[in-house]
Protein backbone atom coordinates (compact mmCIF):
# COMPACT_ATOMS: atom_id res chain seq x y z
CA UNK A 1 0.00 0.00 0.00
CA UNK A 2 3.17 2.46 0.70
CA UNK A 3 4.34 1.84 -2.71
CA UNK A 4 1.21 2.71 -4.36
CA UNK A 5 1.02 6.29 -2.55
CA UNK A 6 5.02 6.70 -3.17
CA UNK A 7 4.12 5.90 -6.87
CA UNK A 8 1.24 8.28 -7.03
CA UNK A 9 3.65 11.29 -5.32
CA UNK A 10 5.88 10.74 -8.23
CA UNK A 11 3.47 10.55 -10.84
CA UNK A 12 1.96 13.83 -9.35
CA UNK A 13 5.24 15.28 -9.38
CA UNK A 14 5.49 14.45 -12.97
CA UNK A 15 2.52 15.68 -13.92
CA UNK A 16 2.95 18.63 -11.93
CA UNK A 17 6.56 19.27 -14.03
CA UNK A 18 5.11 18.94 -17.27
CA UNK A 19 2.11 21.70 -16.47
CA UNK A 20 4.88 24.05 -15.62
CA UNK A 21 6.50 23.56 -18.57
CA UNK A 22 3.15 24.12 -20.51
CA UNK A 23 2.31 27.35 -18.26
CA UNK A 24 6.00 28.24 -19.47
CA UNK A 25 5.34 28.12 -23.11
CA UNK A 26 2.11 29.69 -23.00
CA UNK A 27 3.85 32.53 -21.46
CA UNK A 28 6.46 32.89 -23.44
CA UNK A 29 3.93 33.07 -26.61
CA UNK A 30 2.21 35.73 -24.89
CA UNK A 31 5.41 37.35 -24.81
CA UNK A 32 5.92 37.52 -28.49
CA UNK A 33 2.27 38.43 -28.58
CA UNK A 34 3.22 41.31 -26.29
CA UNK A 35 6.34 42.23 -28.24
CA UNK A 36 4.49 42.08 -31.69
CA UNK A 37 1.47 44.25 -30.12
CA UNK A 38 3.81 46.67 -28.78
CA UNK A 39 5.99 47.46 -32.20
CA UNK A 40 2.52 48.37 -34.29
CA UNK A 41 1.25 50.65 -31.37
CA UNK A 42 4.47 52.38 -31.29
CA UNK A 43 4.38 52.38 -35.10
CA UNK A 44 0.95 53.48 -35.13
CA UNK A 45 1.79 56.04 -32.42
CA UNK A 46 4.94 57.49 -34.52
CA UNK A 47 2.54 58.21 -37.67
CA UNK A 48 -0.37 60.12 -35.92
CA UNK A 49 -0.13 63.66 -37.03
CA UNK A 50 -2.12 64.77 -33.30
CA UNK A 51 -1.69 62.32 -30.74
CA UNK A 52 -3.67 62.86 -28.01
CA UNK A 53 -2.82 62.22 -23.92
CA UNK A 54 -4.81 59.37 -24.73
CA UNK A 55 -3.18 58.03 -27.39
CA UNK A 56 -0.03 58.65 -25.26
CA UNK A 57 -1.15 56.93 -22.20
CA UNK A 58 -1.95 53.63 -24.54
CA UNK A 59 1.18 53.44 -25.84
CA UNK A 60 3.31 54.24 -22.39
CA UNK A 61 0.85 51.51 -20.76
CA UNK A 62 1.69 48.73 -23.71
CA UNK A 63 5.70 49.23 -23.29
CA UNK A 64 4.82 48.88 -19.45
CA UNK A 65 2.74 45.94 -20.17
CA UNK A 66 5.45 44.68 -22.30
CA UNK A 67 7.87 44.97 -19.82
CA UNK A 68 5.86 43.22 -16.91
CA UNK A 69 5.11 40.88 -19.17
CA UNK A 70 8.69 39.96 -20.09
CA UNK A 71 9.54 40.32 -16.60
CA UNK A 72 7.02 37.77 -15.59
CA UNK A 73 7.91 35.49 -18.29
CA UNK A 74 11.88 34.93 -17.00
CA UNK A 75 10.04 34.68 -13.27
CA UNK A 76 8.16 31.57 -14.72
CA UNK A 77 10.80 30.16 -16.69
CA UNK A 78 13.16 30.59 -13.65
CA UNK A 79 10.52 28.68 -11.39
CA UNK A 80 10.23 25.84 -13.63
CA UNK A 81 14.40 25.34 -13.67
CA UNK A 82 14.65 26.51 -10.29
CA UNK A 83 17.36 24.67 -8.34
CA UNK A 84 16.70 25.44 -4.87
CA UNK A 85 14.25 27.48 -2.67
CA UNK A 86 15.95 30.48 -2.73
CA UNK A 87 15.88 30.77 -6.59
CA UNK A 88 12.18 29.80 -6.35
CA UNK A 89 11.40 32.76 -4.10
CA UNK A 90 13.52 35.18 -6.29
CA UNK A 91 11.61 33.76 -9.55
CA UNK A 92 8.08 34.38 -7.89
CA UNK A 93 9.09 37.55 -6.56
CA UNK A 94 10.09 38.54 -10.39
CA UNK A 95 7.30 36.90 -11.78
CA UNK A 96 4.86 39.01 -9.40
CA UNK A 97 6.27 42.41 -10.08
CA UNK A 98 5.66 41.32 -13.61
CA UNK A 99 2.20 40.81 -13.09
CA UNK A 100 1.51 43.82 -11.13
CA UNK A 101 3.32 46.13 -13.82
CA UNK A 102 0.75 44.34 -16.27
CA UNK A 103 -2.27 45.12 -13.87
CA UNK A 104 -0.79 48.98 -13.78
CA UNK A 105 -0.71 49.09 -17.31
CA UNK A 106 -3.91 47.55 -18.23
CA UNK A 107 -5.62 50.55 -16.04
CA UNK A 108 -3.56 52.99 -17.51
CA UNK A 109 -4.30 52.12 -21.32
CA UNK A 110 -7.86 52.00 -19.93
CA UNK A 111 -8.22 55.39 -18.67
CA UNK A 112 -5.99 56.18 -22.21
CA UNK A 113 -8.95 54.18 -24.38
CA UNK A 114 -11.75 55.90 -22.52
CA UNK A 115 -9.68 59.33 -23.06
CA UNK A 116 -9.75 58.28 -27.04
CA UNK A 117 -13.03 57.06 -26.96
CA UNK A 118 -14.76 60.69 -25.76
CA UNK A 119 -12.77 62.58 -27.92
CA UNK A 120 -13.96 60.37 -30.60
CA UNK A 121 -17.45 61.27 -29.57
CA UNK A 122 -17.58 64.80 -29.64
CA UNK A 123 -15.47 65.08 -32.77
CA UNK A 124 -17.50 62.55 -34.55
CA UNK A 125 -14.40 61.23 -35.81
CA UNK A 126 -13.97 57.29 -35.51
CA UNK A 127 -9.78 55.66 -35.04
CA UNK A 128 -8.35 53.16 -33.87
CA UNK A 129 -8.16 52.13 -30.38
CA UNK A 130 -5.64 49.65 -29.70
Same mark, same amino acid.
Given at each position: ???? &? /???? &????????????? $?? %???????? /??? $?????????????????? /?????????? +?????????? !???? @????? %????????????? !? +????? @??????? =???? /? !? =?????? &???????? %??
Amino acid at each position: METE &K /GDKY &KENEDLKLKFENV $IA %IGVWIKTI /GQI $IETIGVSNLFLINEDPSS /GDEKVVSAVW +IEMVGQFLQT !IGVS @QQVSA %INEQVTFQAQELE !I +IGVSL @QAFANAL =EAMG /G !I =EILQEE &KQTDIVDF %IP
